[in-house]
């Protein structure tokens, strides 16, 4: 097996906490999950408790439970692929990193903003995940429709987006196209550890993975 013409292998997962051996990007959400605030505060209490370049915390959420005002206009921007799935999930969630200042709140490390951002959104997914829940990350959306629509000021971009709910039982996908349902039971695999970690020199695999 290969990706982008580098040799994969399947999932070991023996070695990683529950948390993330059973993480997966799901596509297919139990439509009857409802998220309450309690869940979802703590979902962000994650976020908020990340770290971060000098305490900047240069992150913003945009945050939409289905059947709400601001799910549905957020689902008015997704892409035609990324509708057909994401509405089912109990929330979709748009991510923002700061890249300016402003008046109200300096940033002295906007270099790092969106790497802080996606560690921020790392420990949404392990908090998620701790709770039963699954999240799944896109980017398949209009960007500038959504910063738009929410009014979003121009020192802010908006980022990617999040599916966050609970995954659907085992014929979940019977309304879901083929071509989705295909793509959702993909075995998982990853590059082995010695195509990216290296020593001495990048390209020379680190001499401890023997």
């Given at each position: ?99 300016a200042t402003d008046e109200d709140h300096e940033i002295a490390y906007s270099d790092y903003a969106m790497f802080d951002l996606g560690q ?43 599916a966050l709910g609970l995954p659907a039982g085992p014929d979940g996908d019977a309304e879901m196209p083929e071509w989705l349902r295909a793509r959702a ?26």
């Open positions: 097996m290969t990706a982008g013409g580098r040799p994969v292998e399947p999932a070991q997962p023996g070695v990683l906490t529950p948390l993330l051996r059973d993480r997966e990007s799901v596509f297919v959400y139990d439509r009857g999950h409802v998220l309450g605030p309690e869940a979802l505060r703590a979902i962000l209490e994650a976020a908020r408790w990340s770290p971060s370049a000098g305490n900047s915390q240069p992150w913003g959420f945009l945050v939409g439970l289905r059947g709400d005002d601001t799910h549905a206009a957020m689902v008015e921007t997704l892409s035609s692929a990324n509708r057909v799935w994401a509405p089912s999930a109990s929330a979709v969630i748009f991510t923002l990193h700061q890249v921020a959104v790392a420990h949404i997914t392990v908090q998620a995940r701790s709770m039963g829940m699954q999240v799944r990350q896109f980017g398949g959306f209009d960007h500038r429709a959504a910063a738009e629509r929410f009014a979003v000021p121009p020192h802010w971009a908006v980022t990617t987006g999040i039971r993909l075995p998982r695999s990853r590059l082995p550890l010695e195509a990216f970690v290296h020593s001495g020199k990048f390209g020379h695999a680190a001499d401890f993975l023997g």
